[in-house]
């Protein structure tokens, strides 16, 4: 079953403006991770960001979590034609099974030049 | 460093015959997964293994079995294809399971007819 669902499920904006995708979840978690998916690739991990962590940084990504809200969102900045892809959240269970992560249907993001 | 190693790339099938994707990693990595991932569905779990000579059911193991004999090698086989199979397939590995990154192979496309 899904626990994470992305918000939007498609974004389209112009090269140089910030995009912003959410993700929702339902139980309480290890840590939550961002990938990215480029057409006919594999998922490439971007960021994982842990329960006890509310922010964090890589390049031009930012990654919030707020585990009050079961809610994280990762914001590109200055996007780019190559940011075209689909990204995933995916989230590691606290409790129990730590074996397994959990998957959103992720947010298509087209970034226009 | 190759990482993830899928193969192969793309199969046709016919139903009724049998194939088995090859997973690889040199990573050393003790976790290893076997996804399908079809459109709007997100990533879907088959199975699993959290060492050499383990494996485990995930999400949707019916029609499937896996193997992994070797620490570096997980296989998935399909013993009686359907139409039903018709997807990508990505295999992917982790250090010490959900706690840190995945890292994923390129897919398999397979189409059964």
């Known amino acids: 079953s899904q626990q994470g669902e992305e918000d939007p499920q498609a974004l389209s904006i112009q090269e140089g403006e910030n995009a912003t995708m959410n993700c929702s979840y339902k139980t309480s978690i290890n840590n939550l991770q961002w990938y990215r998916q480029n057409s006919g690739r594999g998922l490439v991990h971007l960021i994982l960001?842990?329960?006890n962590e509310r922010e964090k940084h890589s390049g031009r990504l930012r990654v919030t979590l707020d585990t009050s809200k079961k809610s994280s969102s990762l914001l590109i900045t200055a996007s780019r034609a190559a940011d075209t892809a689909s990204y995933f959240c995916a989230t590691a269970p606290n409790a129990g099974n730590n074996r397994k992560l959990i998957w959103g249907l992720g947010t298509s993001l087209a970034v226009n030049p | 460093n190759a990482g993830v190693t899928q193969t192969p790339k793309f199969r046709v099938l016919k139903t009724g015959q049998s194939m088995t994707l090859l997973c690889a990693q040199d990573m050393n990595h003790e976790y290893m997964y076997w996804y399908r991932q079809d459109p709007g569905m997100g990533l879907r779990l088959i199975h699993y293994s959290v060492g050499e000579g383990t494996t485990a059911k995930g999400e949707v193991p019916d029609g499937y079995n896996v193997s992994r004999l070797k620490k570096q090698n997980f296989l998935l086989g399909l013993e009686s294809a359907a139409p039903s199979q018709t997807s990508v397939y990505f295999c992917?590995?982790?250090?010490?399971?959900?706690?840190?990154?995945?890292?994923f192979g390129q897919g398999t496309r397979l189409t059964v007819v």
């Open positions: 992917a590995s982790s250090d010490t399971g959900t706690t840190v990154e995945a890292f």
């Open positions: 960001i842990r329960s």
